[in-house]
T-cell receptor
Framework: AQSVSQHNHHVILSEAASLELGCNYS??????LFWYVQYPGQHLQLLLK??????LVKGIKGFEAEFIKSKFSFNLRKPSVQWSDTAEYFC????????????FGAGTRLTVKP | ETGVTQTPRHLVMGMTNKKSLKCEQH?????MYWYKQSAKKPLELMFV???????ENNSVPSRFSPECPNSSHLFLHLHTLQPEDSALYLC????????????FGPGTRLTVL
């Protein structure tokens, strides 16, 4: 079964700083990749997803992620963060042939200082 | 407002109590899920229902008992829980039981005393 690693548990940035959150997965087959965000007190929301095609995926709120198959990575980026981006971010992977099992990383807590 | 609702939002129960968590999805999806979210741990998939049929049970203890009366409603019945079962329990749904994205509810924060 696939597994997902998020390298940073807690990231603290100042407003306008650039963001990159790492995500690596272990599965050799075809995958779908996701980033979810959980704002304080709110439900998990989909930020962006990759199914196929252009490996650079653009999501909501200025976020993007790049799928690098050779590195089994799907890092999340944003050029300039805002205080309102303070949240927990989860990377997730679902694999063809393992239909019901979407695996999540442990999450990265992002704190943006105003 | 999410298309997946959960009640109650908070629940405190003793180890000998019996309670139920409720989830309802208004999205016309065919698959529903229960996840457990504990601090600093990945979301743990507990149960999957696809077209009302349970298709996955990830070695969850029998003190957790799911019920899916129709494709819009999902319950999690709880009895004789342990303090380590305290967590946020998330319900989710998806268009099919496959590998597409999930829509999540707000969760029920469960505390077992």
């Amino acid at each position: 079964a696939q597994s997902v690693s998020q390298h940073n548990h807690h990231v603290i940035l100042s407003e306008a700083a650039s963001l990159e959150l790492g995500c690596n997965y272990s599965y050799g087959g075809t995958v779908n990749l996701f980033w979810y965000v959980q704002y304080p007190g709110q439900h998990l929301q989909l930020l962006l997803k990759y199914f196929s095609g252009d490996p650079l995926v653009k999501g909501i709120k200025g976020f993007e992620a790049e799928f690098i198959k050779s590195k089994f990575s799907f890092n999340l980026r944003k050029p300039s963060v805002q205080w309102s981006d303070t949240a927990e971010y989860f990377c997730a992977v679902s694999a063809l042939g393992n239909n019901n099992d979407m695996r999540f990383g442990a999450g990265t807590r992002l704190t943006v200082k105003p | 407002e999410t298309g997946v609702t959960q009640t109650p939002r908070h629940l405190v129960m003793g180890m000998t109590n019996k309670k139920s968590l409720k989830c309802e999805q208004h999205l016309g999806h065919n698959a529903m899920y229960w996840y457990k979210q504990s601090a600093k741990k990945p979301l743990e998939l507990m149960f999957v229902y696809n077209f009302k049929e349970q298709t996955e049970n990830n070695s969850v203890p029998s003190r957790f008992s799911p019920e899916c009366p129709n494709s819009s409603h999902l319950f999690l019945h709880l009895h004789t829980l342990q303090p380590e079962d305290s967590a946020l329990y998330l319900c989710a749904s998806s268009q099919d039981g496959g590998w597409t994205d999930r829509d999540f509810g707000p969760g029920t924060r469960l505390t077992v005393l």
